[in-house]
């Protein structure tokens, strides 16, 4: 063998080194790019991105998803503006609406919507108030209700009630309390005289004894878009394939959860094997058996498609306009981005 072929050799090899560090490294920042933090809150009607995540739907769009929990969905929007979250499960709330008037952040898609002959969000009074007559959505003026914060979907639904039954949220005492677990003990302490809660949480606390539930929104504010999928305006700017991919795994969680939880009646064991998905994120601390007929019973309609039902965000964003806690220049286009999903 000649030195000269000996070097020539040598380089290739380490040229063929050199190669596979670099395509190593591109590899390494891919995947780095497509770790993503997700805020939720551990309920029910989340559970599309908990399907997808266990079932393979992220890792087949090439995304790493990790889901980082919180106790109110106000703070799931900061966290996204912060950049501590890649996105989030969230309401429209004042909160939201102002970080997205900021250009922070925006909806991409849309994830809990009421709907007829569909449980949804239950308004439940608490024991001592019930006794006392608060027996129907009409006796909620005068009463304190607990949300929150000011601004919350939770004080969206009270004002659309109030407006309903010919009141306004200005007659009802609203508690702000910051959190879902303190909403929970004040109606059960009797300190609030009652709350909007998801069905999960609403009727195991009618079971217990601990409140009634007294009407559900979906009869008096159907076409209401509750939660939205929402993410930074860096991200749809610079990488709006990434939010499609996002997009793409949630929907077919959410296709998964509509299917088999709408209608449990129509496959039992499907039923049982995503009740046990559900409950590691859901009622975690609580045995299967007891967790199962909670998640059973909190089962919420999800938007097809991760579609997005414009109309009544707009309606949320003119309401929280009307009340002050918002800019009255904040155009829709603000806060919505249509160019992901359906939208009506």
């Not at 929104?217 to 996002?246: C, G, M």
Request: charged share 20%; no cysteine.
């Amino acid at each position: 063998m000649t030195m000269r072929y000996r070097l020539h050799s040598r380089r290739a090899l380490l040229g063929a080194a050199a190669a596979l560090i670099a395509a190593a490294g591109i590899a390494q920042t891919a995947v780095a790019a497509d770790k993503l933090v997700v805020g939720a809150l551990r309920f029910t009607s989340h559970s599309g991105g908990f399907i997808a995540l266990e079932k393979g739907y992220f890792k087949q769009e090439g995304l790493d998803v990790e889901f980082r929990f919180f106790q109110a969905a106000a703070p799931t929007a900061v966290a996204v503006a912060s950049g501590d979250a890649d996105f989030a499960i969230a309401g429209i709330t004042g909160g939201f609406i102002n970080l997205a008037g900021k250009g922070a952040i925006k909806a991409v898609g849309g994830v809990l919507h009421e709907r007829k002959n569909v449980d949804g969000m239950a308004l439940l009074a608490s024991k001592k108030a019930y006794e006392a007559g608060l027996t129907k959505p009409a006796h909620l003026k005068g009463k304190s209700l607990a949300m929150t914060q000011v601004g919350s979907t939770f004080h969206y639904m009270g004002a659309v009630t109030a407006e309903k039954f010919g009141f306004s949220i200005e007659d009802i005492r609203v508690r702000p309390l910051q959190k879902v677990g303190a909403m929970i003990g004040a109606l059960k302490s009797g300190q609030v005289d009652a709350m909007f809660m998801v069905p999960h949480i609403a009727k195991p606390l009618q079971r217990a004894g601990a409140g009634k539930i007294v009407g559900w929104l979906r009869d008096w504010h159907p076409n209401y878009q509750i939660t939205a999928l929402i993410t930074s305006t860096r991200n749809i700017e610079e990488k709006p394939d990434l939010v499609r991919k996002f997009l793409r795994a949630y929907a077919k969680g959410i296709a998964d959860f509509n299917r088999v939880m709408l209608d449990q009646k129509k496959d039992p064991a499907a039923v049982e094997a995503m009740v046990k998905t559900i409950h590691k994120y859901v009622y975690t601390s609580r045995p299967y058996a007891k967790a199962a007929r909670s998640i059973k019973a909190g089962a919420m309609y999800l938007n097809p498609g991760a579609s997005l039902d414009v109309k009544s965000v707009k309606h949320q964003l003119e309401w929280n306009q009307s009340q002050g806690y918002v800019k009255k220049d904040i155009a829709l286009d603000r806060i919505v981005d249509t160019s992901f999903v359906k939208t009506n």
